[in-house]
């Protein structure tokens, strides 16, 4: 799965002249949390969150009157609080790698390129939506973890414990297991009974580290 096919799009963009009452309003309009920077002709200068915005603004202990604090809010542009330094992803570009862009920088979203344009957005909303899809959240089943060992052929034993006991796969991801020699693997089948379903695995793993009934309302 690539960037391209999980990003938002179209993007909504602000200018560097826009206020920030103007921005953090628009911000609860459009329910996002940050609006990549565009200039005049459409080029990419900056980025900005919700946190960028609420930094700028005055603590709760300001002094002000209500007329002074909106005044100099007023006079507050995106261009003084934004991020210049913006991390870029392309369409082709994998949604891991992203995903991992995003954790070792520690930011919730990187624009979407496509030559000099901005063509979209990922976030850490829709890695959470791929998580969902990937570990089949939103489909009733019987969710199994286990640990095997991380050696040729044992995944294949595994699906084949489950098909043969007539179990339907609606998901399965791998992790890291509990130390190099092993692989944690979390599935949901459907259409066979917990007892079936534990009994068929059992001799292909080394451990069931759990196995639930899932239903979803």
């Known amino acids: 799965m690539l960037v391209g096919n999980r990003m938002t799009h179209p993007v909504i963009t602000i200018t560097p002249d826009t206020t920030l009452p103007d921005a953090l309003a628009k911000m609860k309009v459009e329910k996002v949390r940050r609006f990549p920077v565009v200039d005049k002709r459409g080029k990419l200068v900056g980025i900005v969150s919700d946190n960028d915005l609420l930094n700028a603004s005055p603590s709760g202990a300001t002094t002000l009157s209500i007329w002074e604090l909106n005044y100099l809010l007023s006079k507050i542009t995106i261009e003084k609080v934004m991020n210049r330094e913006v991390i870029t992803v392309t369409e082709d570009t994998p949604i891991e790698e992203a995903a ?69 796969f609606v998901s399965i991801a791998s992790f890291m297991g509990e130390s190099s020699m092993d692989v944690m693997i979390t599935f949901k089948v459907n259409g066979i009974d917990l007892e079936t379903l534990k009994q068929a695995i059992k001799p292909v793993v080394k451990k069931i580290e759990d196995i639930r009934e899932m239903s979803w309302l």
């Open 100 to 168: 991992r862009i995003m954790a070792d920088h520690e930011i919730g979203g990187l624009p979407v390129m496509r030559g000099d344009s901005v063509v979209g957005i990922i976030t850490e909303t829709d890695l959470f939506k791929i998580l969902l899809e990937l570990l089949g959240a939103r489909s009733p089943g019987i969710r199994v973890t286990v640990l095997i060992e991380d050696e040729p052929g044992r995944l294949e034993q595994l699906t084949d414990a489950v098909h043969h006991a007539h179990g339907n």
